[in-house]
């Protein structure tokens, strides 16, 4: 569960809206939020197609494009509601095999570009203004190997770690679509569609999640479960395209998605008393600052000592074991929500994107042996996704796929 890799939103959007849809989910209760981060922001500008806006986030109440040399899944900032699906593809030969992987990306590339434009087709969609939606499809690798398609040398299954207790049937796949929104009426009717759209198409659902956001004004680090901020430093652009973002020949503008689902342990960890648990994340809750620091976005000194000799910010600290200064300066883009699936099993969904999943493993097995945090949290599921390139209006994901 690495914070230091920031969880970046949706800056241009007010927590909620006064349009039906949106409305009545409120009423309802459902959790919305809105955007924190510039650094989204960022990642945003310059990465979609030619002529299409680049003065940031779109104003709100407009669709969020589909198409693009990137997925908007991972370019456009965070979104308050998510939902994640995986899906299998039978086994019979490699021949008939990559013929269904391609019917399923075509089917789902119809899929959700209808479901994000202007005017999706479905009624359900309709009547509240645009979708917001944004979705990524990723390719898990035992399909990637089985049938072998071109994607990075780097991509590869996640080694286990110590502690882990994941569950298989709520683990990888060998497609994940990750669907985001301002709402949970849309990602759950979304979610409808693209699960009857792949198994039309021959993939075989495996296991679906859903998340959200708390509500968060702008401008502002939501918390998660623990009442910690949770993400604060996101990379810039500049940063993204060094640690996230592939640039090399048909793997060009993919990455990859790692996804944790981990169980938190809320009641134990908020009975510790205040100045116990900000030594264990690193960090102050009521502000969180870094405990080497005064505000929120202070770089942590992990090198930084008190007079009698030790860390300010301790050796086990959570935030300290998940510094990019261990890692050559490497961050991952996170995305991370939180889940509730009943008083017993509450948590995070951890979703980071990087080039190299090397880089989530350096850091899980040093927060595995060390962090403080960690009695409190269990590993319960786990996936890995090569992220597809984006695709043009006439295109279809995974075209480079048979490369």
Not at 126 to 139: E, F, M, N, Y
Not at 252 to 279: C, K, Q, S, W
Not at 375 to 396: C, D, E, I, K, N
Request: glycine letters at 10%.
């Amino acid at each position: 569960m690495p914070t230091e890799q920031g969880n970046a939103q949706e800056s241009s959007r007010p927590a909620a809206t006064g349009f039906g849809r949106r409305r009545a989910l409120l009423a309802g209760g459902v959790v919305l939020a809105a955007g924190i981060g510039a650094a989204a922001d960022e990642l945003a500008r310059g990465d979609r197609t030619a002529g299409r806006a680049t003065a940031g986030a779109p104003a709100a109440e407009t669709a969020i494009a589909f198409h693009g040399v990137r997925q908007a899944g991972v370019t456009a900032p965070q979104q308050p509601a998510t939902h994640l699906l995986s899906f299998d593809l039978p086994q019979t030969s490699t021949a008939d095999d990559r013929k269904t992987l391609r019917g399923v990306l075509g089917a789902l590339t119809r899929t959700l570009a209808a479901a994000a434009s202007a005017d999706p087709p479905d009624p359900r969609l309709q009547g509240g203004g645009a979708t917001r939606l944004t979705s990524l499809v990723g390719i898990g690798p035992a399909l990637a190997t089985r049938l072998r398609l071109d994607v990075p040398a780097s991509f590869g299954a996640l080694p286990a770690f110590p502690g882990d207790r994941l569950d298989p049937r709520r683990s990888n796949g060998d497609l994940l679509v990750q669907l985001c929104a301002a709402d949970r009426w849309t990602v759950t009717v979304v979610a409808e569609l693209v699960g009857t759209a792949a198994h039309s198409a021959g993939a075989v659902p495996r296991w679906t999640q859903s998340g959200f956001l708390p509500l968060t004004a702008p401008g502002t680090t939501p918390r998660n479960l623990f009442g910690s901020k949770d993400g604060i430093a996101n990379p810039d652009r500049t940063a993204a395209e060094r640690w996230v973002w592939d640039t090399t020949g048909t793997h060009r503008n993919g990455t990859v998605l790692v996804y944790r689902r981990i169980h938190m342990d809320v009641t134990g960890f908020t009975a510790l008393p205040e100045a116990e648990r900000d030594r264990v994340i690193g960090r102050r809750a009521h502000d969180g600052a870094p405990l080497s620091g005064t505000a929120e976005h202070d770089e942590p000194d992990i090198y930084a000592k008190n007079p009698d000799g030790s860390y300010v910010i301790p050796a086990t600290a959570h935030v300290r074991l998940a510094s990019p200064r261990y890692d050559g300066g490497a961050r991952m883009l996170r995305r991370s929500y939180s889940y509730d699936d009943g008083p017993t099993d509450r948590g995070l969904l951890f979703c980071a994107f990087m080039r190299d999943p090397a880089q989530f493993t350096r850091v899980q097995d040093r927060l595995a042996a060390r962090d403080a945090l960690a009695p409190f949290l269990q590993h319960r599921a786990s996936a890995v996704a090569y992220v597809l390139p984006g695709t043009a209006p006439t295109g279809t994901l995974g075209e480079q796929l048979w490369a």
